[in-house]
């Protein structure tokens, strides 16, 4: 990942980064605020860590001027503050998550990588098109199969739309399990299959063509052919999924 941190510390900043960068990530460190605009100018990042207590300018007021600017990179909040009302300011500010100061590096890298995940299910993004097969719009939450609308339940399509991100690729249920339901979810590798079938029920019985694969012993795979990618301008998006209606 490549990794934005935002923290006045230079102690705690010297050891976050040098930890971060031994887990293989790239980490740019910014003192201040005004700082970081600056490296985020230059650059473009997977990942945020923004202190909220800094000199001049707030974590919090950082955050808000980042989304203003429809910058949609996953914000990690680190602050000693630890009320409810604080851990509600700062994700009405736009904050994806919040540690509390101190905290174990283990809970830092398991909430980065979290965020990680949910970033790349982000289906605000863009909408997937392949052929005239499947359409996948991950802002309206609509799927069209063959030109006919399919309703999903949020679940179903929270698989399909990672499978979408990933088609052909063979995914393990343990794949499934890490990105769809988390791997603290309380789930058996039965349950994964159970929501692939009510999948297929939806999206290849009722068609000559299937689209999702069992590979015996290994996953699942989403088997679609002429992916077109429409980002995030929503008006082309809808035009193009209308040439599918």
């Not at 934005?4 to 293989?24: A, S, T």
Request: hydrophobic residues 40%; contains cysteine.
């Amino acid at each position: 990942m490549h990794i934005l941190l935002v923290e006045d510390d230079r102690k705690l900043g010297e050891l976050i980064q040098y930890k971060l960068n031994k887990q293989l990530n790239q980490v740019e460190w910014a003192l201040d605020a005004e700082n970081a605009m600056e490296f985020m100018e230059r650059s473009t990042f997977d990942m945020y860590i923004l202190d909220w207590m800094m000199p001049h300018k707030t974590g919090i007021e950082l955050c808000k001027e980042i989304r203003m600017k429809k910058d949609r990179t996953p914000i990690l909040m680190l602050t000693a503050r630890d009320s409810i009302t604080d851990r509600v300011q700062g994700l009405n500010a736009g904050a994806d998550d919040y540690l509390v100061k101190p905290f174990a590096f283990e809970e830092l890298i398991a909430r980065l990588h979290a965020l990680y995940r949910r970033k790349e299910t982000n289906w605000e993004a863009d909408t997937k098109i392949f052929g005239d097969i499947l359409v996948v719009d991950y802002g309206t939450y609509e799927v069209k199969r063959n030109g006919v609308a399919v309703p999903l339940s949020r679940r179903e399509f929270q698989l399909l739309s990672f499978m979408s991100q990933h088609p052909k690729q063979i995914l393990s249920r343990e794949q499934l399990i890490d990105h769809v339901w988390g791997l603290d979810a309380e789930i058996t590798l039965n349950t994964v299959d159970a929501t692939i079938k009510l999948l297929r029920k939806k999206l290849d019985d009722p068609f000559s063509d299937k689209i999702i694969h069992n590979v015996r012993g290994l996953g699942y795979r989403l088997v679609v052919e002429g992916e077109i990618n429409v980002q995030s301008d929503k008006k082309a998006a809808d035009d193009i999924f209308r040439q599918y209606s």
